[in-house]
């Protein structure tokens, strides 16, 4: 397998595996925080505007680690750096 | 594919290049500026108040709430800084609803120099309401073998900041713009509305995050 081949083959395999596993975590992390926020709502409606506050904030940071990730497999599939080096020798040369 | 509207260049110079980030942004500024210049022309103090400073009036007064209720006192000395910050991102996504237009917080360069804005201002603020002296003491705080994890964690946070909103918005139109391909009758429709939602919570999030920096920054501990 020569090597413009590996790397678009070792690309796509890796773009599908990091948005696979990299959005495990931040799913349960975030419906473990959705489940506290709403067990304390229930316990204290009066400060439901601090807790839903805190809660979409703490979302956000959960959801940039999924972000990380997505833009990693983006950037694999659209803007790959390597293949475009690989092809820009490979039609100048 | 069309990764960011950096790559639409409408002008080149030798490399200064006008791409459809920045004339986008001019545009939101002419825009937001001549609005607020126009309603805030002839403010009411009493008496029947017109709608449109009514409205300005709600949104300055939530956003100057907000700041104090997440614990940065003397919120009037920063609901410039930080009503700015909301106001450009939100508009900005907002704005997605109009056909043809391209969110210029979808571009990395634009996310960043945001990002790049909220790590000068927090020292900036923090050294003008603390002394240079104490605010950099506080950098040794809980020990002083903190202090390199204290500055990795400055730099980090600005990386996210940066990550998080071009993360959310770029994969938002980049989303619509594969399935529009796909199944592009009702589908597509949903993800934008989906889109429009995110938008706005990613603009609450990066002004919360840099207000609870600056409050971190400018928090005087009492001997």
């Known amino acids: ?12 395999i890796t773009a599908g595996v990091t948005i696979g596993l990299g959005s495990i975590a931040p799913a349960l992390g975030e419906g473990r925080a959705v489940s506290t926020a709403l067990t304390s709502l229930a316990q204290q409606p009066d400060a ?26 983006m950037i694999l599939i659209f803007a790959n750096p390597f293949w475009n080096h690989f092809i820009a020798q490979t039609t100048g040369g | 594919m069309h990764l960011s509207p950096d790559e639409l260049v409408y002008w080149r110079y030798g490399f200064v290049a006008l791409n459809s980030t920045i004339v986008t942004t001019w545009a939101l500024m002419l825009v937001m500026t001549i609005g607020a210049m126009l309603i805030t022309r002839n403010l009411a103090a009493e008496g029947p108040i017109s709608r449109w400073q009514g409205f300005l009036e709600i949104v300055v007064t939530t956003i100057q709430k907000q700041i104090e209720e997440v614990g940065l006192h003397e919120p ?22 109009v056909p043809g237009y391209e969110a210029p917080t979808g571009s990395l360069s ?13 020292p900036f603020f923090g ?26 964690s400055e730099i980090s946070r600005t990386f996210a900041l940066a990550i998080r909103l071009f993360g959310n918005i770029m994969s938002g139109t980049m989303i619509v713009g594969i399935l529009l391909t796909i199944t592009p009758f009702i589908f597509p429709i949903f993800m934008d509305l989906l889109g429009l939602l995110t938008g706005m919570v990613q603009a609450y999030i990066f002004s919360i995050l840099a207000t609870v920096y600056i409050a971190a920054a400018t928090r005087t501990r009492e001997a």
């Not at chain 1, 956000?60 to 990730?69: F, L, N, P, Q, V």
């Not at chain 2, 009037?76 to 609803?97: D, E, P, Q, R, W």
């Not at chain 2, 050294?127 to 990795?152: D, H």
């Open chain 1, 1 to 12: 397998m020569d090597s413009t081949t590996l790397i678009a083959v070792v690309s796509i």
């Open chain 1, 48 to 73: 439901a505007s601090t807790i839903t506050r805190t809660l979409f904030v703490g979302l956000a940071m959960i959801e940039s680690i999924a972000i990380y990730c997505l833009v990693i497999s």
């Open chain 2, 76 to 97: 009037k000395k920063y609901v410039g800084y930080i009503g700015t910050l909301f106001l450009f991102i939100a508009v900005s996504n907002i704005c997605s609803i």
């Open chain 2, 110 to 122: 634009t996310t960043s120099a945001l990002a790049i804005s909220v790590f000068v201002a927090v």
């Open chain 2, 127 to 152: 050294i003008e309401k603390q002394g240079l002296a104490r605010y950099l003491r506080s950098y040794l705080k809980p020990t002083f073998v903190m202090l390199p994890f204290n500055i990795i």
